[in-house]
């Protein structure tokens, strides 16, 4: 079967699968022009780190299309504005502010507007290539951990829905089952937006991987009876001393693990990691809108006027964390220097 492709430059637009309609309609949408990737983005009809930071890439070089300047200061003003507008959609996932760096640092070393608008492509392409590369080296290595007959537990969306390439936590799970392994997937829903029930189950579904769909309140039960091997989940920002922000709800994952002496590995490429912060608790978390919590899919589940708390993150402390699963290999405690040796 093939697979969708997530992100994808056509005739000058940029192709996205979205995310919001899934698993009920398989709708792909044309953006074309930066400000439209910055809604698609806010708005989650593109998710995942490494997916953001793919999309960021490729809105620059929309956004380096719409420029009309006459001289390359003129250019690169106009650019850092197209920067800041990507910039703002969503604080937490590093790969989004990695993406932009790399992107303006590109600009910045052509000395000609009609260069400079082929090399931000190109550059937006390479990104693509390479995202999808390290979702398949780390997928080797974490496929490592995952023993014949194992059942794993994931949360929330780590696919390639959400890397843009092969996947990331969905990604080692792929390749031992490629590899052969008899393997068995718990997947927890994941509120408030159930991107474990609507698009990892709906990945797995494609991919023939077995898998039993359960509420996040399950996890605890599971793990306290031996039924989970392991648990591997994604991350939108790793930081130096291996602490690690992912969707809301992994702590409390991971934490039940520990209690249960099952191994929790986090997989991400390095792009994804920022030892420019000590600790998670530097990581910003973006708050969401309430209706997210109060309302599922359209229909209302909370009295009207509710007070609502969204952080679309936790952190995990890194003293959960069994190992860090890379593409340049497995970190492991301590992560200090495990991840800088990387």
Known sequence: MSKPKVIEWVSGKVRIIDKTMLPQEEVYLDLAGYRDMASAIREMRIRGAPAIGVAAAYGVALGAQE????????????????????????????????????????????????????????????IDVE????????????????????????????????????????????????????????????????????LTAWELKQEGIPFTLITDTMTGHFLSRGRIDCVVVGADRIVANGDAANKIGTYNVAVLAMENGVPFYVAAPMSTVDLSLSSGDQIPIEERDPEEVTTIGGVRVAPQGVKVANPAFDVTPHRYISAIITERGVAREPYIESLRKL
């Not at 003003?77 to 800041?84: A, G, I, K, P």
Request: aromatic share 6%; proline share 2%; glycine share 8%.
């Open 67 to 126: 420029i009309e300047a006459g001289s390359t200061d003129e250019f690169l003003s106009s650019l850092r504005s197209v920067s800041d507008t990507l910039a703002a959609t969503r604080p937490t996932a590093v790969n989004l502010f990695w993406a932009l760096e790399r992107m303006n640092r590109v600009a910045e070393a052509v000395q000609d507007v009609a260069r400079m608008k082929s090399a931000l492509l190109a550059e937006a392409k390479r």
């Open 131 to 198: 995202n999808e590369e390290a979702d398949r080296k780390l997928s080797g290595y974490g496929a490592e951990l995952i023993g014949d007959g194992f059942t794993i537990q994931t949360h929330c969306n780590a696919g390639a829905l959400a890397t843009a390439g092969y996947g990331t936590a969905v990604g080692v799970i792929r390749a031992a089952h490629e590899q052969g392994k008899r393997i068995h997937v718990f997947v927890d829903e994941t509120r408030p937006l159930l991107q474990g029930a609507r």
